[in-house]
């Protein structure tokens, strides 16, 4: 066993190294997914999947992960995400189809789910006052520093050696987190006073539904909104959310539906849901802008984003500051007015040709960049602190998983306005058969005649636009929503303190 002085620091190490892994893993896919098109012969649709299903399984299980964590122990049930997400990493790396690749990516969210849902009490449990506060910090900006960062990773991997290492990294990194994990971390479970109950079939009725009413989304442009598979899928998620609704009147289960009558809250879970929509939900159709349109690598892409990632990382450095002065209503509004910016200068650069198109480009990320680096910080304060003392954790976990099902929710959703104004763009001419619509919706210009190459890139152009005026119209929905937050936690323009050292205690 350690000693108790390194246990601290082992138990940093392996939980910041478990929230690079499942933080990276949501944002590196995108600069591989051209390539990930071609190596398995998939389209639009399936490709969006291997986003998706890891961001939708990891945002539905978070909270059920979390009371198992608090029943077996928070190390026990870290260990077996960790376990769990290296292999699914193998299969992803190995996986000779998409659809094998999509119920890896779907296991590997799960993992995650596991992974994350303790790390905040395992470092609450070796540290105490400032350190722990300390501690959380530094953890959070370590993994958002990886998820600013995926794009280039990824782009490195792919270009140098295949996308499939993008997954396979994980492996190595994986076994030795685990090996840390079962040797160096101590062990914790919750008082017994504040264990949840674990709600299986909430669980399962939450994550039917949320796959029941994504899969239109991703299939409507293709099949057809009118197709019977289509409506049936709409038909069964809105019966499960439903029952899902029915099934939480107790209180005691995997949600507390109490908290959505806090006006601050349930303002501060649904700007946390837009905000993921508007920025990771948009990403992936803004690399596949960039490689097909401007015909760059993996690599090129990835060092083109830089101005988005950094701006993030640098923005993050001062928003601190900026809590002490202003309120969380005004410091959201302004984040959501800068993404606003950022994505009609994206499509303005869609149209713009040379330097005055790259420079529009640079700007309108580093808007972006800085509008994701403004909004987060207030929201976790408003959405923590506006809750009773008894459900903060619970407000936390559930505020936590609104943002991948806000990442899948966008991929899916500018998915179908993607695939509805290409469609629309190409036309019905000669030539325009469905594997061409196949190669221009996943950015495979250069499989086309020729001939047919103009107007590809023209129709994925005016696609790329609308899909960024539509995101824009969804930030202006999150400046005016901003000030459902008026009146609550932080009004003054400070986060309580009440509601940092609870998020720092609940997984």
Request: proline share 5%; with cysteine.
């Amino acid at each position: 066993m350690p000693s108790r002085r390194r246990t601290p620091r082992w138990t940093f190490a392996l939980v910041s190294a478990g929230g690079v892994m499942m933080t990276l893993d949501v944002t590196v896919v995108n600069v591989a997914l051209s390539d990930i098109a071609r190596d398995v012969d998939a389209g639009l649709g399936r490709v969006q999947w291997t986003v998706s299903a890891y961001s939708l399984a990891f945002g539905a299980l978070l909270l059920t992960a979390g009371a198992l964590s608090d029943r077996v122990g928070r190390r026990t049930v870290f260990t077996a995400g960790m376990a769990l997400f290296t292999l699914a990493s193998a299969a992803c790396g190995l996986a000779p189809d998409a659809g094998t690749l999509i119920a890896a990516r779907a296991a590997q969210g799960l993992g995650g789910a596991m992974v994350f849902a303790p790390t905040l009490a395992l470092l609450a449990a070796v540290y105490e006052g400032a350190r722990r506060q300390a501690a959380i910090a530094a953890f959070a900006a370590i993994a958002s520093a990886a998820g600013a960062l995926g794009p280039i990773v990824g782009g490195l991997f792919v270009q140098v050696l295949g996308w499939r290492w993008i997954f396979l990294v994980n492996v190595p990194i994986g076994i030795l987190v685990v090996a840390g994990a079962l040797t160096r971390m101590p062990d914790s479970l919750a008082p017994r006073g504040d264990r949840r109950r674990l709600d299986l079939t909430g669980a399962g009725l939450g994550v039917g539904a949320l796959l029941a009413l994504h899969y239109p989304l991703v299939t409507g442009p293709e099949s057809g909104w009118a197709a019977p598979e289509v409506l049936v899928s709409a038909a069964v998620g809105v019966l499960l959310a439903a029952a899902l609704v029915a099934s939480q009147r107790r209180g005691d289960g995997l949600l507390d539906m109490t908290l959505l009558r806090v006006r601050a809250f349930s303002g501060a879970a649904v700007l946390g849901f837009l905000a993921r929509l508007t920025s990771l939900g948009v990403l992936a159709f803004v690399t596949l802008w960039l490689q097909s349109t401007h015909a760059y690598s993996p690599l090129e892409v990835g060092l083109h984003l830089l101005p988005l990632t950094g701006s993030l990382l640098v923005a993050g450095l001062f928003v601190a500051r900026l809590q002490r002065v202003f309120p969380p209503d005004q410091l959201v509004a302004a984040g959501f007015a800068a993404q606003g910016l950022g994505l009609t200068g994206l499509a303005l650069a869609g149209t713009v040709a040379g330097g005055t198109g790259r420079a529009v480009t640079v700007l309108a990320l580093v808007l972006l960049g800085i509008g994701g680096a403004v909004i987060f910080p207030p929201l976790m304060g408003i959405a923590v602190g506006s809750a009773p003392a008894d459900r903060a954790g619970m407000a936390s976990g559930l505020t936590n998983a609104c943002y991948p099902l806000g990442t899948a929710t966008g991929v899916a959703v500018f998915g179908a306005v993607f695939s509805a104004r290409l469609s629309d763009g190409l036309g019905t001419g000669p030539g325009i058969t469905a594997p061409v619509r196949e190669a221009v919706e996943t950015g495979r210009l250069e499989l086309l005649d020729p001939a047919l190459q103009p107007l590809a890139r023209t129709a994925f152009s005016g696609a790329f636009t609308t899909v960024c005026l539509a995101s824009a119209l969804v930030c202006l929905l999150g400046v005016l929503a901003a000030r459902t937050l008026r009146g609550g936690p932080g009004a003054a323009g400070k986060t309580p303190r009440r509601s940092r050292t609870r998020v720092a205690q609940t997984s």
